[in-house]
């Protein structure tokens, strides 16, 4: 009976359907009808695949692939492809047609031989129809296809080292270059006798091509050949001969200048030699202790709005980092009450160009010394390092800098008892190995010292002196300038005297000189790599205007000595000389072809800072494309930051080559989508270089890769195709390296390679043989593109606008529909759309998500450049792959770019669809009572009836539906972290501002002011000042400021196809339903209009500022993670000159004298 019972309850359902009445599955007694939503989704669904599937191509391109990969007449059943790895292959397995030897099958249906090349897509199809129609007769002969596969796992600790070789290539030809340039430079030096008499024109980079009123040339300005290149970004350089830069604060005919000037103009002929060696090269350029810039090839200088070209080529890293050894630095700051006024600001200002001269493998801190009533403690700037020193990093540097604006003169110096202090932390923190382990210094910027104390250095520095001196005396009063003095000669220091903020820059740069003596006189050419940079001012300078911002680049660096015999011991210092290295140029080694979608190369320092990896974010956009304050700082941890213990991180710092694998959450789309995978890390350093570098493979079919293999007259045939285009930032042929090659596309240096007509080309063969190959196998959908094209009965309403293809080799086919000019994004595959295209470091984003996506399904989602917009589109794509198995490779992915109205407009067509013989649907989109949503995996809205809400994440508008979905387990929220975000912070006004209440100090005030400014200030001190910090600090705006934050992501579960729910809104029960679009990453969401549930709170993906409390942070800049001290270091040397130890500085000019009394007068009324 219950068997029966059961089988009249399957009756009574299938005669309800067929009568009209549906059995729904409800979430409530008056819910919506799943079957219906079912009925809708499938109606869609069906539509969408078999648009996309036909004006994609993808299953024609499919099938191309699966007839290569068929086995052979004569082969064994089971054919194994070869494999190179020593971890073995994949094995591919078809079955031997038995009715004819020539055909084979697939899936249980037998295919005659593949179509071939130059034949139609239609004669093939009609030829396959007449075979299955006639009993699939077999060919008179068989002929094999001339295309065959094998598949190879990828080795990637193979992979890396040959990345690393390539590298240390590179950068070893960029180091010898500037070894010349050192040869060159101390030979010509040592050939020259300094004549102060000396009168030299030379081209100055800004008076270049510069004309008077009566159109004669200006000194040192002459006429000077400029011709546009395109390898120095489009400038108009001069390739014979280098220009002189010289700051604005020095004189152009000072005779130190002009003497350097002049035996530097040797560098011209090895200048122009190192490019005829190695044409990549870009800027060179020589670096003088005197302060003047020599650079190749020679471009015109532009100063800047206020006339000024705030650039000193001495306060650049590379500079600093070849000139000097890694040091622990302690600087004590007298805040006394006679430090008040001018005198602590440029006490603040000397401190903070002392901070400008320290780099990422020195350490530091800050002790204001003063003697107060009730305290008298020694004062930390931060009063969380007590005691200790941190990394000089720009996060650190800039946090002090803070701190020295709350700096108040009051009280009584107690110098002793700081010197004591400095001792103690520089001989402490040496011991813990933690620091540079190499030179020391403590920096005393003070207005006076009343002794010497000569006990202190006794106790604690004598006999061996390893802790330098140097003695910053602010003010002109020169009545305890010899005490400073004497602490200074007799601890291997400098002495300066700082009187306006002019002297500040000039003074401070000499101690750089002493700490490089030992240096100079052990003649060790060091060469330093600088870290990940952007030299703003050199590009202000230059003008360079790129829409994409300016390129991030590293320098090699070495130090230039004097030879000369009667200097020897005093050590000097002529400058530094380097080149840069554009980190486009490094990405261009990278084997992304061999990386697969989602792989990716990426190195690091010896600090661990990111040298470049594709999460590597330096600018942001507001206005222009802008540095972020901590660009050139960002951790390896901050990126990988899955990595909980740095593992990789530390294994890479200490220069090792091993492995690492662990789960990884990938952000794509601007952060909005996040995709799950599991890596395997791959890495070793390289060598000459304080780098490492390491490679990512995606488990899956990111750890395979297939070698095809065609004629190559057949392969270049195909890629001349019009229709055909190459990654533009892959490298198939370097055309960099020969002048003569420069001219060339990257597929006619193809064609010459191959056909060997240039043999001097430099090319990867491998690379091409698989572009060949995908050429030839993508050719056939050309015709058919073209074939839909010229259709006119399809695409009458112009629906779909562009089908396109990507491969794994960077090779792309486009096809339009409609004309350029009719594009509803016009961006999409250009460069402006730099997600949509071939990188040097990533697929299309199209592309890596297809991939992720279910074989045979498309993946469909509205670029959020244009979500907003009223020209909006839908992209559609799917993965094409070699094999039916997850670890087969990807070969390609196809998809279609259609209008968002076109595809909204099939959506509300098939939500009219009903069962009902009389067409009386019991609920529709169209109705009221309801509300439609089309949303993808990720909850982003495609198609709803509010065009506004179009692009939105689905929880800001359905909060309450949103969040029962993620209690429901249809969607997933997966927490992210933005270690490189920016977050607007409100600068509130100065803690030492101050009310002047009496209207005659006022006065008083702002004459003495006026006064000192136009005395103590030029023009170049106070535009010398970073211009970006300064405006970063600007009181009472907001700013935007290095953050930390938190925020979701959301992911649907493949799962669950269906599901029905219901929401309480406030005592009213909402009910919904969810549907999955067949073949698609879609979701229909269905919900009843009946509650009013805009009281529930928005399901937001707004970031979330991380706030450490007050402890934490202070742990935070406490710890110190792992490093790799630069193997040089030279502390001190027995022979050093340590008399040569400074004195006080004079009065810049007569004008000073004459306005002294003036200050004076008005200052004491």
């Given at each position: 009976m219950t068997f029966l019972r059961g089988t009249c309850s399957i009756l009574r359902l299938l005669l309800g359907v067929l009568v009209g009445f549906s059995v729904e599955v409800t979430a409530s007694q008056q819910g919506i009808p799943l079957s219906v939503v079912k009925l809708w989704a499938s109606a869609f669904g069906g539509e969408m695949k078999s648009i996309s599937a036909k004006y994609s191509g993808s299953q024609l391109l499919q099938k191309e692939l699966w007839a290569i990969t068929a086995p052979r007449p004569g082969i064994n059943t089971s054919t194994e492809t070869t494999s190179s790895s020593a971890k073995g292959g994949s094995r591919i397995n078809s079955r031997l047609s038995p009715a004819c030897p020539g055909a084979w099958e697939e899936g249980g249906t037998t295919r005659v031989n593949p179509r071939r090349y130059g034949e139609s897509i239609q004669t093939a199809f009609r030829k396959r129809l007449q075979a299955q129609n006639q009993g699939l007769p077999c060919p008179e002969k068989y002929k094999p296809p001339g295309k065959t596969v094998r598949v190879e796992e990828i080795d990637g600790v193979k992979l890396v080292k040959n990345l690393a070789v390539k590298m240390e290539e590179m950068f070893r030809k960029k180091a010898e270059a500037t070894r010349r340039l050192v040869e060159a430079a101390e030979d010509a030096h040592h050939q020259h006798e300094d004549n102060p008499d000396l009168q030299y024109e030379y081209f100055n980079a800004v008076l270049i091509n510069e004309v008077d009123n009566e159109g004669n040339n200006v000194e040192l300005g002459g006429e000077f050949l400029l011709e546009p290149n395109d390898h120095f970004n489009n400038l108009s350089v001069n390739l014979s001969l280098s220009v002189v830069q010289v700051p604005t604060n020095m004189y152009n005919k000072d005779p130190d200048i002009v003497n350097g000037v002049y035996w530097s103009e040797a560098l011209n002929k090895v200048f122009v030699d190192n490019f005829n060696k190695d044409p990549t090269?870009?800027?060179?350029?020589?670096?003088?202790?005197?302060?003047?810039?020599?650079?190749?090839?020679?471009?015109?200088?532009?100063?800047?709005?206020?006339?000024?070209?705030?650039?000193?080529?001495?306060?650049?890293?590379?500079?600093?980092?070849a000139a000097t050894s890694p040091k622990d630095v302690v600087i004590l700051v007298d805040v006394s009450g006679s430090m008040k006024g001018l005198r602590l600001t440029i006490a603040r200002q000397t401190v903070s160009s002392i901070l400008d001269t320290l780099g990422d493998d020195d350490f530091f801190n800050i002790i204001a010394f003063v003697c107060l009533q009730y305290n008298h403690d020694i004062h930390y700037v931060e009063p969380c390092l007590n005691g200790t020193l941190v990394r000089a990093d720009r996060t650190n540097k800039d946090h002090f800098r803070e701190h020295l604006d709350k700096l108040f003169a009051k009280g009584i110096g107690l110098l002793g008892q700081a010197l004591t202090e400095a001792f103690t932390i520089l001989n402490d923190f040496n011991q813990t190995g933690h620091g540079s382990v190499c030179s020391q210094a403590i920096m005393l910027v003070t207005d006076g010292a009343t002794e010497m104390y000569d006990d202190v250095f006794e106790k604690y520095n004598w006999p061996e002196r390893k802790v330098r001196i140097f003695p910053y005396l602010i003010g002109r009063e020169s009545a305890f300038a010899d005490n400073l003095k004497w602490m200074a000669c007799a601890n291997k220091g400098y002495f300066s005297q700082i009187s306006t903020l002019a002297d500040v820059q000039e003074n401070v740069m000499r101690y750089l000189h002493v700490m490089s003596r030992p240096k100079v006189i052990d003649h060790e050419h060091?060469?330093?790599?600088?870290?990940?940079?952007?030299?703003?001012?050199?590009?202000?300078?230059?003008?360079?205007?790129d829409k994409a911002g300016p390129s991030l680049?590293?320098?090699?660096?070495?130090?230039?000595?004097?030879?000369?015999?009667?200097?020897?011991?005093?050590?000097?210092?002529?400058?530094?000389?380097?080149?840069?290295?554009?980190?486009?140029?490094?990405?261009?080694?990278?084997?992304?072809?061999?990386?697969?979608?989602?792989?990716?190369?990426?190195?690091?320092?010896?600090?661990?800072?990111?040298?470049?990896?594709?999460?590597?974010?330096?600018?942001?956009?507001?206005?222009?494309?802008?540095?972020?304050?901590?660009?050139?700082?960002?951790?390896?941890?901050?990126?990988?930051?899955?990595?909980?213990?740095?593992?990789?991180?530390?294994?890479?710092?200490?220069?090792?080559?091993?492995?690492?694998?662990?789960?990884?959450?990938?952000?794509?789309?601007?952060?909005?989508?996040v995709l799950k995978m599991h890596n395997d890390y791959y890495y070793t350093d390289i060598k000459g270089t304080p780098f490492s570098v390491g490679v990512a493979l995606s488990r899956g079919h990111g750890k395979y890769f297939f070698r095809g293999n065609v004629s190559v007259e057949t392969g270049l045939r195909d890629l001349e195709q019009p229709d055909v285009a190459l990654a533009d930032e892959w490298t198939y042929c370097n055309t960099e390296e020969q002048h003569e090659h420069r001219h060339l596309t990257q597929i006619q240096a193809i064609k010459l390679f191959m056909t060997g007509r240039r043999p001097k080309l430099k090319c990867d063969r491998e690379l091409i043989k698989e572009v060949l190959f995908d050429a030839v196998v993508t050719a056939p959908l050309e015709a058919y593109w073209t074939g839909l094209a010229l259709n006119k009965s399809e695409n009458s309403d112009k629906g779909v606008e562009i089908t396109f293809l990507g491969t794994r080799t960077g090779l792309s086919r486009t096809n339009l529909f409609v004309s350029a000019d009719q594009l509803s994004n016009q961006d999409f595959l250009t460069a402006e759309d730099k997600e949509g295209v071939f990188n040097a470091d990533h697929f299309p984003l199209w592309y890596k998500r297809a991939a992720e996506q279910v074989p045979g399904t498309f993946v469909y989602s509205i670029p959020f450049s244009t979500a907003l917009e009223n020209k909006s589109v839908v992209l559609a794509s799917t993965a094409i792959q070699l094999l039916d198995d997850r670890k087969s490779p990807i070969v390609a992915a196809v998809g279609i770019q259609m209008k968002l109205e076109y595809f909204q407009r099939k959506f509300w067509t098939a939500c009219r669809q009903c069962t009902a013989l009389d067409g009386k649907c019991s609920i529709s989109c169209d109705s009221e009572d309801i509300n439609c949503y089309l949303i993808d995996n990720n909850g982003f809205i495609l198609v709803t009836e509010e065009q506004s809400q179009t692009g939105l994440f689905f929880g800001e508008v359905e909060g309450a539906v949103m969040n029962k979905l993620l209690q429901m387990g249809s969607f997933k929220r997966i927490t992210l972290y933005d270690y490189q975000a920016l977050c607007r912070e409100?600068?509130?006004?100065?803690?030492?501002?101050?009310?002047?209440?009496?209207p005659f100090s006022v006065v008083k005030w702002l004459l003495a002011e006026l006064i000192i400014f136009l005395l103590e200030f030029n023009l170049y001190s106070w535009w010398n000042i970073d211009l970006s910090v300064k405006a970063q600090r600007s009181r009472g705006k907001t700013m935007m400021a290095p953050c930390d934050t938190e925020y979701p992501a959301f992911v649907s579960e493949r799962t669950i196809k269906e599901t029905t729910g219901n929401t309480d809104c406030d005592g009213c029960v909402r009910s919904f339903v969810i549907q999955q679009i067949p073949s698609s990453n879609l979701f229909m969401v269905v919900v009843d209009n009946k509650c009013d549930c805009s009281s529930a709170p928005p399901v937001t993906m707004d970031p979330i500022e991380i706030m450490y409390i007050e402890s934490l942070k202070c742990d935070r800049l406490k710890f110190q993670k792992d490093r790799k001290k630069p193997e040089s270091c030279h502390p001190f040397h027995p022979e050093?000159?340590?008399?040569?130890?400074?004195?006080?500085?004079?009065?810049?000019?007569?004008f000073t004298a004459v306005l002294l009394p003036l200050i004076a007068a008005s200052v004491s009324r």
């Open positions: 090269l870009i800027w060179q350029y020589f670096g003088s202790a005197k302060g003047f810039f020599r650079q190749y090839p020679g471009v015109k200088w532009h100063p800047d709005e206020h006339g000024v070209i705030g650039f000193d080529c001495r306060n650049r890293k590379w500079y600093i980092q060091d060469t330093v790599w600088t870290e990940a940079y952007v030299d703003s001012a050199l590009s202000q300078a230059h003008k360079l205007n680049m590293t320098t090699v660096a070495m130090p230039v000595f004097s030879t000369k015999n009667k200097t020897k011991n005093q050590g000097i210092l002529l400058g530094v000389v380097g080149t840069d290295i554009p980190l486009q140029e490094l990405m261009k080694l990278i084997p992304k072809h061999m990386l697969g979608i989602h792989g990716y190369a990426f190195a690091i320092t010896n600090n661990g800072y990111i040298l470049t990896h594709p999460d590597l974010r330096p600018l942001y956009q507001e206005g222009q494309k802008r540095r972020k304050p901590n660009y050139s700082s960002v951790d390896l941890s901050e990126v990988e930051w899955e990595d909980k213990d740095d593992i990789l991180r530390n294994a890479m710092v200490k220069r090792r080559t091993g492995t690492f694998s662990m789960e990884v959450k990938k952000t794509v789309d601007r952060g909005r989508r409100y600068a509130g006004s100065s803690d030492c501002a101050r009310t002047l209440s009496d050093e000159n340590a008399m040569e130890c400074g004195s006080a500085s004079r009065l810049r000019s007569p």
